[in-house]
């Protein structure tokens, strides 16, 4: 028999009876809050077009690398699921049939804070009751297809009734944002926002980089061939993201290193990349550099930097071979910010107009590293706990290692950082959930009055954000 789908009203609170109310309490204050989504990686033609989204598999299982990692930890392959693979081709599945895969192995995500966030979609977005699982599998996907033909389930619609004040996707900056331009002018009041990611034209091993570049000089009229040129077509398009709303960059590089080289070696870094020779330390060299070009940028157009350091990419060869990026394949590794960010902060750390927030994979910085930089430089803001640690228990050890020597005003509050759309929502309410508990301990043990908790409740859930990112 099927089991029931229950969604607990105290789920994720403290067990003490005592903490629990006042968590109660602090959760009932904020749960109604607007959802400020202020990074991600949702597709901006969706809203653009608000066409109906295709399929249970197409909108849940296809677009969320968490949930195929694990799948394919036990031997289910990426074929088997329908995903795209790196030549633009997919195995002929019948959605459902992938959906049935999916189901039969629901179980593997007990414990996961992906099951946490479906089990929420299913049950607040479908009114589901029982759980999914082989046996439910069909009228799962049945009742969900059904829904999604229905004008109620077309994006904008679900962007309004998830009380979603803004949401910013993450472009490239040869990405000519025919998207957003359309959304601009379609006359929705849906504030839908893009943010400058320049991976692919400062990053010299990324695939494609010379070519690259020389369409970044074709979108700008620059001359990307010299060092000058390449900073200016750079510039421009910022600037022509900052037109479409952008109010942030993002950087995914390898590890936090930055670099602040005199003009004469910035150009003769440039040419060896020019030639195909950067590589290994000397396009990690390059990579700091333009970190810290960036980091002037921002200082004159305003936009917030965000530094997402850390991951290995694409570790499975094969898999990235056959399937290309964001494949569930990245993982984690030890990450230096206090050597690293010093030739950056040596130069622009104590610029209050510069805004820099820092993520990190390596839980290890926290408290090391991470609490004493931002508790000290003006410039920087901690990111919420990111990836794999954007859990319960995650979100537990962020606060408790970080807050003693950061604070929370050095943070920027939550953000969900999701391609798939669907669990926006519930992605928020366990953030809010585990930051009430954190908040009700203190209250508890004699270290906040209980409206100060409450005040601070509702800058972790939306202020902090608000503000962090110039919305």
Same mark, same amino acid.
Request: include cysteine.
């Given at each position: ?44 033609? /969706? ?339 990111? /990836? ?84």
């Amino acid at each position: 028999m099927p089991r029931p789908l229950i969604l607990h009203p105290d789920r994720l609170f403290p067990a003490d009876e005592t903490v629990r109310a006042i968590a109660r309490r602090l959760y009932a204050e904020i749960s109604g809050l607007p959802i400020i989504s202020p990074h991600g990686h949702t597709d901006p033609a /969706w809203f653009a077009g608000n066409a109906p989204f295709e399929n249970p598999t197409a909108l849940l299982l296809q677009p969320d690398h968490y949930l195929y990692r694990m799948l394919y930890s036990q031997g289910i392959s990426l074929d088997q699921l329908g995903i795209l693979r790196a030549d633009g081709s997919a195995a002929q599945v019948n959605p459902r049939e992938a959906w049935r895969v999916f189901a039969k192995h629901y179980h593997l995500f007990r414990g996961t804070p992906s099951r946490l966030w479906l089990d929420h979609v299913f049950a607040e977005l479908f009114g589901l009751q029982t759980q999914l699982g082989e046996e439910t599998a069909d009228a799962y996907y049945d009742l969900i297809d059904a829904a999604l033909t229905g004008d109620e389930f077309r994006p904008r619609a679900l962007f309004e009734r998830f009380n979603i004040e803004v949401l910013t996707t993450t472009e490239s900056p040869l990405d000519q944002l025919l998207q957003h331009r359309a959304l601009r002018d379609s006359g929705w009041n849906g504030r839908v926002l893009t943010a400058f990611r320049p991976d692919p034209v400062v990053d010299p091993e990324y695939e494609g980089f010379l070519e690259n570049l020389e369409t970044l000089g074709d979108l700008t009229g620059e001359d990307t061939g010299t060092w000058n040129g390449y900073l200016m077509a750079l510039r421009r398009r910022r600037q022509y993201f900052k037109e479409l709303g952008a109010t942030s960059t993002d950087h995914g590089h390898p590890t936090a290193a930055t670099a602040d080289l005199s003009r004469n070696d910035c150009e003769t870094l440039f040419d060896k990349a020019l030639r195909g020779k950067c590589k290994g330390s000397k396009a990690e060299l390059f990579r700091g550099q333009l970190l810290t070009e960036m980091a002037a940028m921002s200082l004159d157009d305003g936009l917030v930097m965000q530094l997402h350091p850390g991951p290995m990419r694409n570790h499975n060869l094969e898999l990235y071979q056959r399937f290309g990026r964001d494949r569930g394949a990245d993982m984690p590794r030890r990450t230096d910010f206090v050597n690293a960010l010093k030739p950056l902060l040596d130069r622009f750390g104590n610029e209050s107009d510069l805004a820099l927030i820092l993520f990190s994979l390596d839980e290890s910085s926290y408290a090391r590293e991470l609490a004493p930089l931002a508790g000290h430089y003006p410039c920087l803001k901690l990111g919420p706990a990111w /990836w794999f640690h954007d859990s319960p228990e995650g979100m537990r050890r962020y606060r408790q290692q970080l807050t003693e020597t950061a604070g929370f005003y050095n943070t920027v509050g939550f953000n969900d950082d999701t391609r798939a759309f669907l669990s926006i929502p519930a992605r928020h309410d366990v953030a809010r959930r585990m930051d009430c508990g954190y908040l009700a301990e203190l209250v508890a043990d004699h270290r906040l009055e209980e409206d100060e908790a409450a005040e601070l409740a509702v800058e972790l859930a939306y202020t902090l954000a608000k503000k962090a990112y110039r919305l």
